[in-house]
């Protein structure tokens, strides 16, 4: 257990639908870093939050967006869903320059 | 990742050889360059990390060698047993004003009993 907690595990949707996936830091950890893993891919990065602000942005689409709120948990929230988001997002936490810890993901399949 | 070129994107070895990953980045700044394994249906895990004031780290049959003046570090597996097969990610946070953990596409390393 890497203390970090994603939820929901599993998302089903339709297109056009909108999803917010959650996730909770572990104890301590300022930075939230999401990122998109689509099937054969690498890990993409798509934003960071440290200590409730957007620090870093990567190739995340305009119909995605993020924050993190006072208590540091950090909520991903996808609109307009399309067929080609289906993919496995992961949060991941950490302090910087250290060791990332990542969450289980939540996988999320737009039918 | 958009910072970090890996190679090879798979590698096949049989049991007790040894496997080697490359990658390469462009931010100068980078300081801190991680490795993750991730098994199939898993979460990514730090296997080794090494900053950029360290030529070389070691733990056990893994180690990590990073060449700052050519922008590249390396992944050394040695002794490679069935239960290193995964993919495996080599990761370049950039520090300085950009703040981005990012990845390389990474490599699927299979070993053959």
């Known amino acids: 257990d890497s203390g970090v907690t994603q939820t929901p595990k599993h998302l089903i949707t339709a297109t056009g639908q909108r999803v917010t996936l959650r996730c909770s830091p572990r104890?301590?950890?300022?930075?939230v870093y999401w990122y998109q893993q689509s099937l054969d891919q690498g890990l993409q990065f798509l934003i960071q939050y440290y200590n409730g602000e957007e620090r870093a942005k990567g190739n995340i689409l305009e119909r995605f967006s993020a924050q993190q709120f006072p208590d540091l948990h950090s909520e991903l929230n996808l609109s307009s869903l399309e067929l080609g988001d289906s993919a496995l997002y992961f949060c991941?936490?950490?302090?910087?320059?250290?060791?990332?810890?990542f969450g289980q993901g939540t996988r999320l399949t737009v039918v | 990742g958009e910072n970090v070129e890996q190679h090879p994107s798979t590698l096949s070895v049989q049991e007790g050889d040894s496997a080697v990953i490359k990658c390469t980045y462009s931010?100068?700044?980078?300081?801190?360059f991680p490795w993750y394994k991730q098994e199939l249906g898993k979460r990514p895990q730090l296997i080794i990390d090494i900053r950029s004031n360290v030529g070389e780290k070691k733990d056990q049959r893994i180690a990590v060698t990073l060449n700052k003046t050519a922008k590249h570090f390396s992944l050394h597996i040695t002794e490679t047993q069935p239960e290193d097969s995964a993919v495996y990610f080599c990761?370049?946070?950039?520090?300085?004003?950009?703040?981005?953990?990012?990845f390389g596409k990474g490599t699927l390393l299979t070993v053959n009993p």
């Open positions: 990761g370049d946070y950039s520090g300085g004003s950009n703040y981005k953990l990012t």
């Open positions: 931010d100068s700044a980078s300081n801190y």
């Open positions: 104890s301590g950890d300022l930075s």
């Open positions: 991941a936490s950490g302090s910087g320059n250290t060791e990332a810890f």
